[in-house]
């Protein structure tokens, strides 16, 4: 079944323990972390990450949005990440390839994402050195709240069987717009794991929104 990775980006970060309390029922939390350089937003870092880990048994999937995410594996794997994943438009293919292999070293899963811009064979270098993870960005990142980037879906499709050829094994991620009737055609494409963070917390009843994004008939 699909796992669901709320994102904390539309937390209140006043109220961060109750709002990591209000999503236990999915799968993974997913952090947003935004450097204002790779990204025209700055989000959160490092002393966060430590914070929430000291509080949550739940799978940390720290998604970088930083230039040269490499200068930043270690600190984010001390503070307790459990996958971090680095944009293929963040710095050139050694220093990524070089992140990747300090997060073996660290015991960390490995991710790459991909901006909207960027073709799905990119990532068949990656996927042939071994991935745990690659995120297909929905929209343009920086800010949570957008419309879902339909025209991604060939993407998502083309990059699965990508992974069924080269690092069997690994999850396909979706974010970006992702809501119950969007989730849909991610799950369709052979998503595996769905990250939202405005259809969980902006939802009334939020254990029910993640069910809906599941494709729980709950929803
Ligand atoms: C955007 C972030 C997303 C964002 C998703 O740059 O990577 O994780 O929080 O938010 P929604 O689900 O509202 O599009
Ligand atoms: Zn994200």
Known sequence: MVKIAPSILSADFCRLGEDIQKVSSADWLHVDVMDGMFVPNISIG?????????????????????????????????????????????????????????????????????????????????????????????????????????????????????????????????DGGVNAETAKLCRQAGADVLVAGSAVYGAKDIPAAIAALRGDARG
Do not use: N
């Open 46 to 174: 490092v002393p966060v990450v430590k914070s929430i880990r000291a509080h949550t048994d739940m799978f940390l999937d720290v998604h970088l949005m930083v230039e040269k995410p490499g200068r930043y594996i270690r600190a984010f794997a001390d503070a307790g990440a459990d996958l971090l994943s680095v944009h293929l438009e963040a710095d050139m293919p050694p220093a990524l390839h070089a992140a990747l292999d300090e997060m073996e070293t660290l015991g960390v899963k490995r991710g790459v994402v991909l901006r909207p811009i960027t073709a799905a064979e990119a990532v068949i270098p990656y996927l042939e050195r071994g991935l745990d993870l690659v995120l297909v960005m929905t929209v343009e990142p920086g800010f949570g709240g957008q419309s879902f980037m339909a025209d991604q879906l060939p993407k998502l499709a083309a990059i699965r069987s990508y992974i069924e050829k080269y690092s069997p094994g690994c999850l396909l991620e979706v």
